[in-house]
């Protein structure tokens, strides 16, 4: 009944903001990284949560720097990537300003960003540290139920999926997903040939993480 009641209240919501639409974002960082590898994701997490959840954004993806004043235009943003990962003070600030705004940002290993990761969000919140969240957040258990957590969409180095936040005065801001690449399991199917159950996951745990952003709990 609670999850329902939730539900009902994000499309009262949604339908509220969205009467024109919105886009999903997608972090245009610096460093050398690759923020655009997977070109087709946020169209297909787009269009499932048109279908799943009742929002109604556009399926094209709003590229927006880390320091740009658009930031603000976002209620959650994506960033992935393979490597580098690099803010300046500047636009450490403007994300800072963002998260604690009311933003939301995702940020999924592509594989190899988790060692530049860190350091970059602790120049944006030199306070906080990731924290792996349990499987009881209520991120896993919005539309969607993840009893155990994040699903594990590509093998990586073998180990289990992991979920981190950044909870600043018990706000969830910023939720890291790690060996999992949810990001690979929304893009098209013949990208990765992922079959249908993982990605249908992967759509699924994306679609969590949107209503988790405008609901917050």
């Not at 787009?46 to 603000?72: H, I, M, P, R, W």
């Not at 803010?87 to 933003?103: K, S, V, W």
């Not at 860190?118 to 896993?140: C, G, N, Q, T, W």
């Not at 909870?167 to 929304?186: A, H, M, P, V």
Request: with cysteine.
């Amino acid at each position: 009944m609670k999850k329902n009641i939730l539900f009902i209240l994000f499309i009262c919501t949604t339908q509220f903001l969205f009467a024109q639409k919105m886009k999903l974002g997608l972090l245009v960082y610096g460093g050398g990284g690759d923020w655009y590898a997977n070109p087709t994701a946020l169209k297909n997490l787009a269009k499932f949560s048109n279908q799943q959840l009742g929002t109604n954004f556009d399926v094209t993806e709003g590229q927006v720097e880390v320091g740009s004043k658009e930031l603000f235009n976002y209620p959650i943003v994506f960033a992935t990537g393979h490597g580098r990962i690099m803010f300046n003070d500047a636009e450490a600030q403007n994300l800072r300003t963002y998260l604690l705004g009311g933003g939301f940002l995702h940020v999924d290993d592509n594989y190899g960003i988790d060692k530049y990761l860190r350091p970059a969000m602790k120049i944006v919140f030199p306070e906080l540290d990731f924290v792996e969240l349990p499987f009881s957040h209520p991120i896993y258990h919005q539309k969607f139920d993840f009893a155990n957590g994040l699903p594990k969409i590509h093998e990586h180095d073998g180990k289990p999926a992991k979920g981190y936040g950044l909870i600043y005065q018990g706000r969830l801001l910023c939720f890291y997903s790690l060996e999992t690449d949810l990001n690979d399991g929304w893009e098209d199917p013949e990208v990765h040939k992922d079959t249908d159950e993982k990605r249908t996951l992967a759509l699924r745990m994306g679609a969590n993480l949107i209503m988790y952003s405008f609901m917050g709990k």
